[in-house]
């Protein structure tokens, strides 16, 4: 564990919560650069209960070769309930000390985030002095101080995928599909995946579902122009789909199919977009890390990357950018059609 002036000779990286595709890319990233730098890498196993236990496992440059282009994480991941707590925390502490590590990289969501500070905080009130970074990672893209989080796109473009498959099939059959995206709370991955394939109607927890509004007047607006299949988005935080469906059915007498496309939006190979902001988020938390700016979480705002004080960017909220929505609502009001 470090002082201010200490240098920083080994890190920990982990991931923590669900995964996200690019999160190898990120555990890369700080690998390789860490490595650079002459800093020793441990790499976590199964995120913060990996600490707790002592799982870990030696990084060197070789060993994150051929991931970048991997979903899932090559470290695992887990949910600690173990780690909530300061008796759960104090087992991790002993890993940290017993393993020497100067500073931790813990790749995961605002969970992960808040379990980071809480080590650090309690590490602290010993006398010691523990650097977390955190790189947001998560499909979800919820992260209250970063306007994007590793994942995102990735999930969009698979579940944007899985859509454009079921379009043919609903087309043919001249049907409505409900399509149920995850997201936990938020309505990002359904709003942008809606947009994205000319959904009928799309709901978001966001935004109050008003069913005869949302659901039954777009629908009937599609068949008055013409259309004959139906592609209904909802946001997991704004209900089941298949209570969506069959409220549809009651009201409007048509009979809809359900597709739950679920952890599949979570695998697969990450895009572009998400191995680009792994490699800098990854090589900035080193970075940070260096310049002994401890408790930072690397943060995409104004467009840019940038680091925040942690315990202040867990206060931050985002808010949810409405324009899409109107984007979506304007060109599904002329014809409420299925592009
Ligand atoms: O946070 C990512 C996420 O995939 C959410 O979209 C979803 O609600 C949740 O995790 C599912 O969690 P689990 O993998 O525990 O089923």
Redesign the pocket.
């Known amino acids: 564990m470090s002082d201010q002036t200490k240098e920083i000779k080994r890190i920990g990286v982990l991931t923590s ?2 995964d996200a595709p690019g999160m190898n890319a990120a555990v890369r990233a700080v690998v390789r650069d860490a490595v650079s730098q002459g800093i020793e890498c441990i790499g976590i196993r199964r995120g913060w209960s990996g600490l707790i236990s002592s799982d870990f496992v030696r990084l060197d440059s070789s060993s994150v070769s051929h991931i970048i282009n991997r979903g899932g994480t090559i470290l695992y991941t887990a ?1 600690s309930k173990e780690f909530m707590d300061e008796a759960g925390r104090e087992k991790a502490i002993g890993t940290c000390k017993l393993l020497g590590l100067d500073g931790i990289v813990a790749i995961g ?1 605002d969970g992960t985030f808040r379990g980071a500070l809480a080590l650090s905080r309690q590490i602290a009130e010993q006398g010691h002095k523990l650097d977390v970074i955190g790189i947001p990672a ?3 893209n919820d992260i209250g101080c970063s306007y994007y989080s590793i994942g995102f796109d990735t999930a969009c473009n698979t579940a944007i995928e899985c859509i454009d498959k079921l379009r043919d099939t609903m087309q043919s059959h001249e049907r409505c599909s409900v399509v149920e995206v ?3 709370h938020a309505g990002y991955l359904a709003l942008y995946v809606g947009t994205a394939v000319g959904a009928t109607a799309v709901l978001i927890p966001e935004r109050p579902v008003d069913f005869e509004r949302d659901v039954v007047e777009k629908i009937r607006r599609a068949r008055l122009a013409g259309t004959t299949h139906y592609m209904v988005v909802v946001a ?1 935080g704004a209900g089941s789909a298949f209570e969506i469906a069959d409220r549809i059915h009651e009201e409007i007498g048509i009979d809809p199919r359900v597709t739950v496309p679920g ?1 599949i ?2 695998g697969g190979s990450p895009s572009a977009r998400d191995r680009e902001t792994a490699s800098r988020m990854g090589y900035m938390a080193v970075q940070t890390l260096l310049a002994h700016k401890g408790n930072r979480i690397i943060a995409v705002q104004g467009g840019r990357l940038t680091d925040l004080d942690m315990e202040e960017a867990l206060t931050m909220t985002k808010t949810f950018d409405m324009s899409l929505y109107t984007v979506l609502e304007a060109l599904t009001n002329g014809g409420a059609r299925l592009v």
Request: positive net charge; glycine residues 28%; without cysteine.
């Open positions: 919560g669900g949910r969501g998560t499909i979800d995850m997201g936990r997991e952890h939006q979570r």
